[in-house]
């Protein structure tokens, strides 16, 4: 049951375009601390899964929460800050509830059902792209017309998707390594080439570095590498059969899409990428099941000089590779603004490239913002703003992220920011470790993925935008609440959280309890009031394009009286006075909507033709010249 509802939780919530947007993201943190409310008062939830690890990292969450919540007050547009700490406290529900919830009789459970849900999620998506019409497209091709052929549904971004099922090959390894069942072998083995097609028809170059990271570091935790191996290696001729036959189909991996070709090429691929899936858990299954009968028969042992000659000889290798590489022309590349591609072979050529796609340029404007404000950085969700102001004119691409979490972090919340999230994910990584090596059995295998999985995932948000992506990130820190709460320690071993430190006097726990159940309040109306306002926002959107003024006016102050300190209500208000003539009070609630973030060039842009309206014309210059400053390499200010 567990394997299945987590798969289904998993499944669903990658389905909703990642949970990405705030309507998403924040009904999933309200249904996150109330479930945490209900199951304590219920008891279904318990406190015997907390050691001092969890403490360790649930404080580090609990802190960079705060310090998001702080950057309020310093921030630009409190509204940008107080979503990103909204975002945080989702992340903490998670961690709090996982924490809670899992127990040892079904620690390996949660793995298998993160497995299951992130593959289905892979075969969702390769249906989309070879039946074309299945699904749609989320209106990327409305936007972003040259990468549309980046296969990127259901998350909506082909490096989310591409990185997310690519967190999911330890998983599966991990089965194909611990289940007894040849059946259950063969089925963890078989989403391989379908994984690794959809990193393929991705091109993304994030999702291959995020799953050489999880495969090396699961095979160095795990006790069984040459069964692992095994399973590698009857998934990687499945998949260079997979990526053989795309190769060979142009138009299903580049477009143009929803041709009578392209429809005859998906169905072909579908049923030959199905067969090698099928092949490869079947020669996995069957090998090992020979293996094993052999192993037995001849008493045959694996040699450690073996083990140790080969990881010396795939080293060797990879040196080489990199030497051959011509790392330093690759790092000049690497720096370089991105250049033109292709189309007609973009998934190739793009994964053989060495171009950053912007990244350095991102990252070298972090910097610059963290040394604009060493200590208490920019503020949360200043960068959009910070990078519109400073990007350079050789690259005049808009953004929202650094992407790199530790960059953003340095840059939008200073040195304490970036300190506690380089701990978070360090304080993962050395825990996970730590205990996969003082396990043994399937114990020790769950955790050596579960390790592998996050320390994918730490390194993946490290050059992508993977924590602004709901589902990667909830997956990243499940795994990390299961790493360091006591359903990950083998039973009679010695807890990191001692009895008389769980159960201490029956008030002080009274007390705890209470506080505890407030803050989770606190936390679900926190993400009510940012969640309310935006769906009266788009109420408010909806009659102005009907025609209904009166009622988009009211809508718009509900808004405004749900988030005072939100710059989205002024700025509908002045849009709706606008429309019905009172250009005066429009310009009124700009003034209010600038005062509530100044360096938003689109408000001095919109007061800027309110003043020419009623006449200011040296004001509306003013204003004018202050948008072009905020926003110097706009067309509308260069053309």
């Not at 999230?421 to 730590?434: E, K, Q, R, W, Y």
């Not at 360091?484 to 071993?493: E, L, M």
């Not at 208000?573 to 609630?589: D, F, P, S, T, Y």
Request: proline residues 4%; charged residues 15%.
């Amino acid at each position: 049951m567990i394997p299945l509802t987590i798969a289904a939780l998993t499944f669903v919530t990658a389905l909703d375009d990642a949970s990405y947007s705030l309507p998403s993201r924040s009904t999933l943190a309200i249904v996150t601390w109330w479930a945490v409310i209900v199951g304590v008062a219920l008891r279904t939830l318990t406190f015997e899964g907390v050691t001092k690890a969890s403490l360790v990292v649930g404080g580090i969450i609990t802190a960079l929460c705060v310090w998001t919540f702080a950057s309020v007050f310093w921030a630009p547009s409190a509204e940008n800050a107080f979503t990103e700490f909204n975002r945080l406290s989702l992340f903490l529900g998670l961690f709090v509830i996982t924490t809670l919830a899992a127990r040892r009789a079904s620690f390996s459970s949660w793995a298998d059902g993160l497995a299951l849900g992130i593959s289905l999620i892979a075969l969702i998506a390769l249906s989309s792209r070879f039946f074309p019409g299945t699904f749609s497209d989320q209106g990327l091709g409305d936007f972003l017309k040259s990468l549309v052929k980046r296969l990127s549904f259901p998350l909506g971004y082909w490096n989310g998707l591409a990185i997310f099922v690519a967190l999911c090959v330890p998983l599966l390894l991990g089965v194909a390594v611990s289940s007894k069942k040849a059946v259950i072998r063969a089925l963890a083995v078989a989403p391989l080439p379908a994984i690794t097609s959809v990193v393929f028809l991705a091109s993304s170059r994030g999702g291959v570095a995020t799953g050489i990271v999880g495969i090396v570091v699961f095979l160095a935790l795990n006790e069984k590498r040459w069964t692992a191996s095994g399973a590698l290696l009857c998934g990687a001729v499945g998949s260079a059969a997979a990526l053989a036959l795309l190769n060979n189909y142009g138009e299903l991996v580049n477009g143009p899409f929803g041709t009578s070709l392209v429809k005859s090429e998906g169905r072909d691929a579908a049923l030959l990428v199905t067969l090698f899936c099928l092949l490869a858990g079947a020669s996995f299954a069957t090998g090992r099941e020979l293996a094993s009968r052999l192993a037995r028969k001849r008493s045959i042992q694996a040699k450690p000089w073996l083990g140790r000659a080969t990881v010396a000889l795939l080293v060797g290798a990879f040196l080489i590779g990199i030497v051959a590489s011509h790392p330093v022309r690759q790092f000049q590349a690497f720096k370089r603004p991105p250049g033109v591609i292709p189309t007609s072979d973009f998934a190739k050529e793009h994964l053989l490239s060495s171009s950053g796609s912007g990244r350095w340029q991102f990252w070298t404007a972090s910097v610059n913002q963290w040394e604009r404000h060493p200590i208490i950085g920019g503020g949360a969700g200043s960068y959009e703003e910070w990078w519109t102001k400073h990007m350079p004119a050789s690259f005049p691409q808009q953004v929202r992220d650094a992407h790199s979490l530790y960059f953003e972090s340095l840059g939008e919340l200073g040195i304490p920011g970036f300190v506690l999230t380089l701990s978070l994910a360090l304080a993962g990584i050395g825990i996970g470790v730590c205990r996969t090596r003082r396990s043994s059995g399937r114990r020790r295998t769950t955790l050596a993925a579960l390790t592998a999985l996050f320390t994918a995932y730490a390194v993946a948000a490290g050059f992508d935008w993977m924590w602004e992506l709901t589902v990667v990130t909830a997956v990243g820190i499940v795994a990390l609440a299961l790493l360091s709460s006591a359903a990950g320690t083998d039973p009679g071993s010695p807890q990191l959280v001692k009895p008389s430190e769980k159960h201490g006097p029956r008030r002080i726990r009274f007390g705890l309890g209470i506080a505890a159940l407030v803050a989770a309040w606190m936390l679900i109306c926190a993400q009510a009031i940012p969640l309310l306002a935006q769906l009266r926002i788009k109420d408010s959107q909806t009659y102005a394009e009907n025609d209904n003024t009166a009622a988009a006016y009211r809508a718009a102050m509900d808004a405004r009286n749900l988030q005072p300190w939100a710059t989205s209500p002024y700025f509908q208000l002045a849009l709706i006075c606008k429309m019905e003539g009172r250009i005066a009070r429009a310009n009124v609630w700009i003034k209010r909507a600038i005062a509530h973030d100044p360096t938003d060039w689109h408000l001095w842009y919109a007061a800027s033709d309110l003043e020419v309206r009623l006449g200011q014309i040296q004001q509306a210059k003013k204003s004018r010249d202050r948008a072009f400053s905020l926003n110097p390499h706009s067309s509308l200010f260069t053309s």
